[in-house]
């Protein structure tokens, strides 16, 4: 990379004098040098700015989670509400539906019911005139009627 170029080529900058602590630097190097301090200042201002800002940042972000939980936590019951209301709602209409149609059907019923009672009291009518007709035939009024009507 070109940074690892840069931080080797610092590092190689100056030569150290005889016999003395003290290093000496070509101007051009020193330019250099100084630039690299200035923009290692202006960096490690920026960083420490950007650090705090991550704080605050990270900082809002607990807020907020912690008054999103709050919202969860204090609405729960009401989401539990809404996910079970449209199964309510169906079984509500369902058994309104079920009552019509239980409804329906016992009407139904009542009128087979009626039918049937209406047709076995037409049979049994018929059976009773039947029955009647054939005492009436039987009987000895009958036989003399009909033997003076033969008898003409």
Known sequence: ???????????NLGKQKRFSKKIELEQDDYENLTEYAKKGIVADKEIYELNNRIDNLRNAVDKWKSLYDNIVEKTKDYFHAIKLAPQKVTNFFKSLFDKEKQDELERQRLEQEKIQAERKAREEAKEKARIEKQKLKNSPEYKKRRADRDAR
């Open 1 to 11: 990379m070109k940074y690892d170029k840069k931080i080797k080529d610092i590092s």
